[in-house]
Nanobody, 127 residues
Framework: QMQVVESGGGSVQAGASLNLSCVVT????????IRWFRQTPEKQREGVAA????????DYADSVKGRFTISQGNTTNSVSLQMNNLKPEDTAMYYC????????????????????WGQGTQVTVSS
C-alpha cells in the first residue's frame, strides 16, 4: 500500500556524519509515523528514531540521543535522519518503516503489524 525507499547510507570513519532519507509514496492516506530501525547479524532489529507526521513529535533510542536528529524531509511524507558523531556500534542496516498506527508513549520505537518497510540502507562506521 505504501512504498518506502531509504537512501544515504555509506562507509565512514568514526566521528563522521551521514544523512539518511526515507521517502514514502503510494497510498499515504492517514500516515502517522515514519520510523528508523537498525539491524545487525548480532542483534535484533531495534528502533532508532521516530517521527510523527501530524505534529512533529519525535522519539529516540537512548544510544543515539544527542547525536541523531529526525525531522521532516524535503518532500511530503519523507523524513531525514541526520546522524552525527557516528560510532562503530552504529554500524547496521538501517530500515525505514511507515505506518498509520497509533503509537503510545513508550511504544514509539517498537515494531507493529502496521509497519510498511523499506529495503534498507547500509551504514558502516570504522574506527
Amino acid at each position: 500500500q505504501m512504498q518506502v525507499v531509504e537512501s544515504g547510507g555509506g562507509s565512514v570513519q568514526a566521528g563522521a556524519s551521514l544523512n539518511l532519507s526515507c521517502v514514502v509514496t503510494g497510498n499515504t492516506l492517514g500516515i502517522s509515523w515514519i520510523r528508523w530501525f537498525r539491524q545487525t547479524p548480532e542483534k535484533q532489529r531495534e528502533g532508532v528514531a521516530a517521527f510523527y507526521i501530524g505534529g512533529s513529535i519525535t522519539d529516540y533510542a537512548d544510544s543515539v540521543k544527542g547525536r541523531f536528529t529526525i525531522s521532516q524531509g524535503n518532500t511530503t511524507n519523507s523524513v531525514s535522519l541526520q546522524m552525527n558523531n557516528l560510532k562503530p556500534e552504529d554500524t547496521a542496516m538501517y530500515y525505514c518503516a511507515a505506518s498509520r498506527a497509533y503509537l503510545r508513549a513508550g511504544a514509539r520505537l517498537d515494531e507493529t503489524q502496521y509497519d510498511n518497510w523499506g529495503q534498507g540502507t547500509q551504514v558502516t562506521v570504522s574506527s
